[in-house]
């Protein structure tokens, strides 16, 4: 974690110095390539598959863990996992719903 925090500052200071190396960075630690040139739609529903994937990955563990087929690590990591992904998407989904609000409620 701290190596990440210091790539970030790392990160943070080269961009505000001008100094980033090309358009598209890979993500340090993720793997993921910042393709600065996505829509926002693509962001959200890449965000949506991969929040997907988590939940359908912790009910696979889950369900492997009731024959037997998985180690109980395994299967709390999963759960864990799914947990935090739906928190985050019930996060996500009421500040979109308080923007929204906001806007209908604006003077025209």
């Known amino acids: 974690m701290v190596s990440s925090f210091n790539d970030a500052i790392s990160a943070y200071r080269n961009a505000a110095a001008g100094k980033t190396e090309t358009v598209a960075e890979r993500v340090t630690g993720t793997g993921n390539v910042v393709d600065p040139g996505a829509s926002f ?3 959200v529903r890449g965000a949506a598959h ?6 359908v990955n912790s009910e696979e563990m889950t ?5 037997g087929d ?3 690590h395994e299967v709390v990591t ?3 996992a799914a947990e935090v992904t739906l928190r985050t998407v019930v996060s996500v989904r009421d500040k979109a719903v308080e923007a929204y609000q906001s806007i209908l409620n604006m003077p025209v």
């Open 78 to 80: 999963a759960v864990s």
């Open 41 to 43: 739609a693509d962001m």
């Open 50 to 55: 991969d929040a997907r994937d988590t939940m």
């Open 63 to 67: 369900q492997k863990a009731i024959t």
């Open 70 to 72: 998985a180690e109980l």
